[in-house]
């Protein structure tokens, strides 16, 4: 018992909080003040909840600031019904399909989830590389 002991050194059979232990650390005291308010840095109050657990909220916030800011205009080539449709139900039709997304892949096995997302990652570069090599090949076909 005593070989074993002394094979391990000295130190090992310490205990971390004995004094003269040189493994132990020194804790340093931090004191500070940390200081929150309600109203941001434009003092926009929304009822206390600058920032929502979900995220869907957040960008929906962010997307009525930069509209109020007129940056999401829409293009003046479109017609009427599309300025009418991406004014309206857009933004929400999106909203309300990225929730069927998430709720569906939350209900999901995680291993299927990462599979279809692999099978998707292989398959989608694969296609294009095919669609590009034959239209090389009938652009080759038609330049000889």
């Known amino acids: 018992m005593e070989a074993a002991a002394s094979s391990f050194g000295s130190n090992a059979l310490l205990p971390l909080s004995s004094p003269g232990n040189p493994r132990r650390r020194r804790q340093k005291n931090v004191t500070g003040v940390i200081l929150a308010s309600k109203r941001d840095a434009y003092d926009r109050d929304y009822g206390g909840q600058i920032v929502d657990e979900n995220m869907i909220v957040l960008r929906k916030r962010i997307h009525e600031i930069e509209t109020i800011e007129g940056k999401h ?48 990652a292989f398959s989608l570069p694969t296609s294009v590389g095919l669609i590009l090599f034959h239209l090389a090949d009938m652009a080759n076909g038609f330049l000889l």
Do not use: C
């Open 73 to 120: 205009a829409p293009p003046t080539d479109w017609m009427d019904w599309e300025k009418r449709y991406y004014n309206t139900n857009y933004h929400s039709d999106i909203y309300e399909a990225m929730a069927v997304f998430q709720s569906q892949l939350m209900n999901t096995r995680p291993s299927l989830v990462l599979g279809v997302a692999a099978l998707i």
